[in-house]
């Protein structure tokens, strides 16, 4: 499971992330309370929630994807649904992640 801080103007909101993965995500979605569910490509399931203004999300594998396309395809589709829902890019995440470890 892993924890995103969400950027000034994006709003944590369970059916903004809704759309953002409807987007992302062209595969069946499922709304459980305030989870959002879907599976896609090489990821059996992903899991979003928002909690205390942070974004969380919770990926399980499908270990039996062995096609490269499927699995770069999977991972952009990821990058670009963390990108929209979260407001920061893959670089500024990790910078993010880091501050946090380290203030721990």
Known sequence: MQKYKLKRGFKPEVDRIYSVMQECFPTEISLNGDHVETSYGAMSKITVWIENKMLFVDTV???????????????????DFLLK???YTAKERLKHAKKEVGEE
């Open 61 to 79: 594998s499908d270990v039996t994807v062995r096609d490269d396309g499927i699995i770069l395809q999977t991972n952009k589709a990821y990058r």
């Open 85 to 87: 829902a979260t407001g």
